[in-house]
Structures are given as structure tokens and as C-alpha cells.
């Protein structure tokens, strides 16, 4: 096959063939199909050239965000080529959705899972390898899509054994891969069946792999390729006859508006605030949220139903959710009759809805990838939609646990805390860096369509923030007595976790200054529990950290964030528990005196806060700014630090 003979007469140049070009022979005949079957007039994003390179036969990657329009790209090259275009896409109800939409617009499309008949099954086998499309002795039309799930693929050796009928026969034309980086155990969302498709490549070593995704860092590119057994990527642009051509789209979508909000403590709060922004911004509109486990998908769905009164009807999602019941609920979710989907991020992939106008989280993502992708299902139709994330320290903490056995688990989380964390920087320009450091997708990639530069959204909660409420302020002194504090619980052979130092370091809680130092003592045989005893603050730290909670929070946080903490993990019989200790740049600090500390001109620590008067969320103004004196704070005696009651 001299796929690139093709193209040649089109638009080959001296260094490769633009893909991007619209001056293939087959230009026309693609545009006039996607009025006819389709509907759609022109092109978006990177599709025409993911088509002209698909009409060429080649392997490619297509990185286009959700929404974007991927299907496209392999939905009408189908029909202009012979053959059968095999697609593996990782959920039953998106391949309904697809077939549905297809066979309405006369395209002929079947899938072949669990739900297929025996009977049905075999007919479709006896289509797909006849020859000439006839079946039962009777002509039938050549099946143009063949859906599958990517379980399909990995466990059924009939079912490759007949695709290896098909390919012999020249009737494969391509196998397309759907949200490609389920592939990549480095991604944030593996899934073990695509392990499998790396059989691919060597069943059926002529055929062409398009993979898609909406999200795919240079480590999950790189794993894909890898795994799929495709060349390294050539520049859609000035493509050479071999490898894999790569395609991205502007990733910016302007007509999210993304937000962060902090999150109060206790979880009923987290419910009213979010029950009161739905009906203020939202009322009669669909949404998602996304929360971290199934547990809190199902309370959250239960409590805001009760809390709005009956007004927001919710809906739960998860894995556990029976196949039928998930069925459903898509169904009543996209006729409005669910307003609200409570959800793991099991729910997600390939959701068909437009007027999602808002996606909140409940907890941050394990990863600014998955939090990208997960928001990015607001809006596909285009429509001004909302994104906020419910922000809070302790969650981190609670992520950090879940993560910890993970590759690259703790700085893919890291960089999405120092994304919430942040309330400076233009949101846009944040995701900006980070995917163009993690991933192939230049800045501009970025940019507004139309124009050149990277420049602030204008419209993000850090866009919109008033810089007069965001205060600079010099921490070193506050950094000192934290850390000195933590080193004094680690020596004596104790650990805390990152709430309860807070309190900590703040002389707060009825257990003022007592921390878990020394005396180990020994219960039910097992587990070591370091027995309670006291801790002079005034001794360790010349007193109490003269912030307020909040405050102290974001600046642990920063600590972490900057590995003056660390984070340190012991798995019990249900979860890990996650305790904060000094880290390797913690003596950098605590060796000077607090003299010293107070005097010194170098400064490392600088912090953003947010400034009291701009706080809306807290009337309670017991915040100390002053060390209270020695006595008061030794003998405990004063619980008025106290914002907030225990968390959770
Ligand atoms: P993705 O798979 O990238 O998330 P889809 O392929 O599901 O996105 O497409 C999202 C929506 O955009 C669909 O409703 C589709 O019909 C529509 N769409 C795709 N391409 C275009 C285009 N060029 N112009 C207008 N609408 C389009
Ligand atoms: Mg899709």
C-alpha cells in the first residue's frame, strides 16, 4: 500500500505534506458528505486535517478537548472508504448514543457487546467477511462502523480471529481508538482492557490506528505510543512519509468560566453553600458533581435534595451503580427530569449532553488533568457555563492518602493544590503552563481563536478577584514556628496530620497545647499509639502562630507545597492515614534562633492571603492577630481561637 502516494498530487511539499491543507482530492467529496450526513458546515478545531490524514491512511494521535469534536474525524472518512471502520469506545451508553445518532442519519453503523444477541452476532460476523457486503445469500450494505468495548477486544479470541478474516480481506480500514489514554497506566484513568489493544499493531500490522483524547502529557503520549506499538509523532504540518501524525486543538474553552470557592468545614455547609449556588445561579439547569468517593456521591445527592427541599432533584452515579439504574438515570438526566448528578469520576466519559451549564466539585481532583477533563464536560454546546471547585486544605490531605501508591501520584496532586491554592493567576494561563510543560501542546494552543498571544482570560474568579483583597505577606517568622513545632511532635516520636496542627501551632481546640509526644504505649497488642503529653509552645516556638485558621491552613499547605513539610503515610485496615512532618528543607529554618528568625533580612517565605474584609464566608472574627500572653496560653486555658467546630 503507498498510502503517501496518495496525497502526493495534493499536497505534498519537499519536507512532508501539510495535513492541514484543504486541497486534497478528496477535499471536496469529505465537505459535501459532512452537509449531507452531518449537518455541519465547516470544519472545527483540527478536524479537517485528522480527516485528511486519516483519507491517507496514516497512524495518528488527536488531542482535541471535550466537546471539541473528535468523532468527526473518524466518522466521515468512514464513509468515503471501503471497508469497515472499527471503533473501541470505553462505555456502553456513549456506543447507544453514537449508533443512534449514526443510524438516524442513514449511516450503517452496529456494535457488537454484551447486549447483542447470539443470533445478531453472528450476522453481523457474516456481513463484516462475506464479501461484497451479502449475507444470507442476500446483499446487505457494507457496515461502515463496527462499535466495540475495548473488553470486547481484550477478551474474545473469536472475535479477533474474525477481525483477522476482515483484515485479510482488506475490509478493516481503520481502528479508532476512543479516549486513548485509558491506555496509559501513567494517565488518570486507566483501565486495564486497553492494555490489551497493544495486540493490535500485530494482528492486523496494515491497518491504521487513529487514537483520540481529550487530555494526553508527553508521559502518557509517549506510554500510548509505546503501548500501541506506533512510530514517535511527526508534525501534522510537515508530515514525513513515516509516523505518527499528531494533532491538537486549541485547548482553551472561553465559554467556561472556572472558579474556586472555599470550602467550609463542616460537611453540611459544604452542602447548603452548594444547594444555595444552584438555585441563585443555576435553578432549572443541569449540572454534575463530582465527588471523591461513592459514599460521598451518594450523601451529597440525598443531603442536597433534602437541603434545597425538594427543589434540586438528584441523581448518584458510581461504579456500584447497577448497569440498568446508570441507564436510567442518563436518561432522566438529559430529559431534565435530573437536575443534578452526584458522581465519582466513573461518570464522565463520553457523556452526550450540550447544556451542562455547570460542574462543581466537591473535592479537588487527584490531578489538574482530571480536573480539566472532568469540568470540561460544562458547556460542550458552546454556552457560558460555570466551573467551581469547592477548595480546602484537608482535602488534600484526604487525596494525598488515596494517591500515595499511585506513579506520580503526589506531584500530579501537588500541582493541582497548587492550582487551587492559587489566587493570582489567570486560571486559563495556569492550565496553559501546565499542560504546555507536561505536555506537547504549545502555549498558544491556548490562545482565543483569532489571536496571537497568550493573554488572562478576564473571566476567571482570579480575573475577577480585586487585587486590593489579596495581601502579600512575609511568613518566615509564622514558617519558623510551624516547623519547629512539627520537628519538636517528631522527635518525641509522635505524628500529627495536617488538620490537627493546625489547631495545633494555633493553640487551638479544647486540647490546646497538647500534642501526641513521646511515651509510646502499646494497645490491643498492635498498633503503637504515642500517649498525649504536653507541649510548651512558648518554650518551642516563643508561642502560638498569630494567624487565623484559614490563614495557618494555606500556609501549611504552602510548607507542603514547597517541602519544607512532607507528608508521611501509615496505612490502617480501611484507609491511609496522611501525617505532616518536617522535610528535608525544614533545618534550613529551624536551626536559627527565633532572634535570629525575627531579625534576619533573608526572608524565603512569602504567602498570598486573602485579606479579612473581602471574606465573606466567615462572620466569626475571633481571629488572633497577637501572641497571646505566656500564662494564658500555657495553662490552655483560652479556647476563644476556636473558629470553626471539628471538621467532619
Ligand atoms: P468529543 O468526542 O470531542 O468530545 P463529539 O464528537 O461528541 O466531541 O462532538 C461534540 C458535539 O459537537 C456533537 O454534538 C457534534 O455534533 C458537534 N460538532 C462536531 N463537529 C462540529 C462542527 N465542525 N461544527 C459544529 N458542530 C460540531
Ligand atoms: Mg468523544
Redesign the pocket.
Known sequence: QNRIARSAGGSSRKDGIDYNAANFEWTHELKTRMRKVFG?D???LC?QGVCNANMDGRDIVCV?P???????TYQLPALLTSGCTLVISPLISLIHDQIMHLQEAGVEAVMLTGSVSKEETKRIYARLTSPYGISDGRPSREIKLLYITPEKFAKSKTFQSMLTNVAGAGKLARVVIDEAHCVSQLGHDFRPDYKKLSLLRQLYPSVPILALS?TCPPKVLEDLLKTLKLRPVVDSQCAPAEGTVYFTAPLYRKNLHYSIRPKPSSAQAVIKAMAEYILEHHPNESGIIYCLAKKDAATVAQELYETSGGKIRTGVYHADVADSDKENLHKRWRKGEIQVVCATIAFGLGI?K?DVRFVLHHSMSKSLEGFYQESGRAG?DGKDSDCVLYYRAQDAARLSGMVCGDVEGQPKLYDMLRFAHDLKQCRKIQFANYFSISSHVSLSSWATEGEGALTRCGHCDNCARDPQTVEEKDVTLEAWQILRIAEAIKKGGGLETLNKLVDLVRGAGGASFEAKTGGRKRIRGKCKVPEKTGLDLEEIAGGKVGLSKEDTERLLVELLMSHYLIEEFKPTAYSTNVYVSPGPKAISLTRWTRDEVEHRTQRPLRCHFLKKTSRKSKVNTSVTQTVPSNTASRNGKKKTNRITSSDE
Open positions: 455541519i465547516n470544519f472545527r478536524q482535541m471535550t466537546g471539541g469534536g473528535k468523532s468527526l481529550a452526550d450540550g460542550r
